[in-house]
């Protein structure tokens, strides 16, 4: 599956963005959806994920209430909506993909689209 990430751009804190993923390939509607983050100077980290039906999420701590994943399976598509953002969110934002039961961890997907940055500043 290949996956095309979107949406990234400059925004003052306490700022919205939505960020869209796109995957195209053999039945890329049954893969299970995850975005990671990767600030300057910082290692990747995971921010939340969805399974392949849209009916379960998982998120990092310090997004919760602020960030909503979903999924649109027939545009073969995951969302991230960002709201009420802060600069430490500034980093390049990547999605990827598994078919098998999905989690935190990044090398549990094999499948990454090219990233798109955020970046939050005043």
């Known amino acids: 599956v290949q996956l095309q990430a979107s949406g990234g751009g400059s925004v003052q804190p306490g700022g919205s963005l939505m960020l869209s993923c796109t995957a195209s390939g053999r039945a890329a509607s049954k893969y299970n959806m995850a975005w990671f983050r990767q600030a300057p100077g910082k290692e990747r980290e995971f921010v939340s994920a969805?399974?392949?039906?849209?009916?379960?999420?998982l998120y990092m701590n310090s997004v919760k209430g602020r960030f909503t994943i979903s999924k649109n399976n027939a545009k073969n598509t995951v969302y991230l909506s960002m709201t009420a953002l802060k600069e430490e969110d500034t980093a390049i934002y990547y999605c990827?993909?598994?078919?098998?039961?999905?989690?935190?961890?990044?090398?549990?997907?094999?499948?990454w689209g090219q990233g798109t940055l955020v970046t939050v500043s005043s």
């Open positions: 990827a993909a598994v078919e098998d039961d999905y989690g935190r961890q990044g090398d549990e997907y094999p499948y």
């Open positions: 969805i399974n392949w039906s849209g009916d379960s999420t």
